[in-house]
């Protein structure tokens, strides 16, 4: 982690190096031509009311320009120095949090593509028990997959669940402005407006509820695949029964081998 933040802080530091050095160039050239402005041109009533002569103005003038460009390039350069020697501090800080949401996540993925995989499983050992599957008189194992594409379709559900949190969340968001901000003037962040609370849950709604489903409507989509292959597969095959039933006679001839 030193060593990374070493790395980052030397590059920062170089393209500040390299930047404040380009602007140095171009703050030079606005002295050159503000001086040229000011030493040519003419005094204001104000200025000869006050006393001060033309060189005089064009000093302070320049000087103030100067002091003003330093003061923004040690803001600049001093937030640089301040982030990145925190961010490093920051990081190592936050291993226990890290730990704690990696396991979080990890629980979630988990459970998520287990889901879809336990469905399959359920409904497959169910039919296959139910249904007698490989017993005389019964379905084949490799029928089976042609019962399980409702699967498919009730994984759509996550599709209105989707929906329906996008709108209650923008709902919530247009309330936070309206109501909130314009008729009882509370700020838009404030969490005294029962609205902001449920604006955080958008986070919720978009960034994690909506991943998994948005995964698990993935892991099914591959295992519809899987099916269709499957029930193409048989089309084929029963077309080819009918091909024999109608034409038993008609084979196709490999053609002679010439010699």
């Known amino acids: 982690?030193?060593?990374?933040?070493?790395?980052?802080?030397?590059?920062?530091?170089?393209?500040?190096?390299?930047?404040?050095?380009?602007?140095?160039?171009?703050?030079?050239?606005?002295?050159?031509?503000?001086?040229?402005?000011?030493?040519?041109?003419?005094?204001?009533?104000?200025?000869?009311?006050?006393?001060?002569?033309?060189?005089?103005?064009?000093?302070?003038?320049?000087?103030?320009?100067?002091?003003?460009?330093?003061?923004?390039?040690?803001?600049?350069?001093?937030?640089?120095?301040?982030?990145?020697?925190?961010?490093?501090?920051?990081?190592?800080?936050?291993?226990?949090?890290?730990?704690?949401?990696?396991?979080a996540g990890g629980l979630s993925a988990l459970i998520v593509v287990g889901m879809a995989a336990i469905g399959i499983a359920v409904l497959y050992a169910t039919f296959y028990v139910w249904l007698g599957v490989d017993s005389p008189g019964s379905m084949k194992v490799t029928d089976l997959p042609l019962l399980l594409v409702g699967y498919g379709f009730g994984a759509s559900v996550a599709l209105f669940a989707q929906l329906g949190g996008g709108i209650y969340t923008k709902a919530a968001d247009v309330g936070v402005d309206l109501v909130g901000k314009v008729e009882q003037g509370i700020p838009e962040d404030d969490p005294r407006n029962p609205a902001v609370i449920i604006t955080d849950l958008d986070e919720v709604e978009a960034d994690v509820r909506r991943l998994r489903l948005e995964l698990k409507?993935?892991?099914?989509?591959?295992?519809?695949?899987?099916?269709?292959?499957?029930?193409?597969?048989?089309?084929?095959?029963?077309?080819?029964?009918?091909?024999?039933?109608c034409w038993p006679n008609r084979r196709m001839e490999e053609p002679q081998k010439q010699e």
């Open 1 to 103: 982690m030193v060593q990374i933040a070493d790395a980052i802080r030397d590059g920062a530091e170089g393209f500040f190096k390299t930047q404040y050095g380009s602007v140095s160039m171009a703050i030079l050239l606005a002295v050159v031509i503000l001086c040229i402005y000011l030493f040519g041109g003419s005094t204001t009533p104000q200025q000869e009311s006050s006393g001060l002569g033309r060189s005089t103005s064009a000093y302070i003038i320049v000087a103030s320009f100067l002091l003003g460009a330093l003061c923004s390039g040690i803001a600049g350069y001093a937030g640089m120095w301040v982030s990145v020697r925190a961010n490093v501090r920051v990081s190592s800080a936050a291993r226990e949090a890290l730990q704690v949401a990696t396991r």
């Open 217 to 245: 409507q993935t892991m099914e989509m591959y295992s519809n695949a899987c099916k269709e292959a499957l029930t193409a597969k048989h089309m084929l095959s029963a077309y080819d029964h009918v091909h024999e039933a």
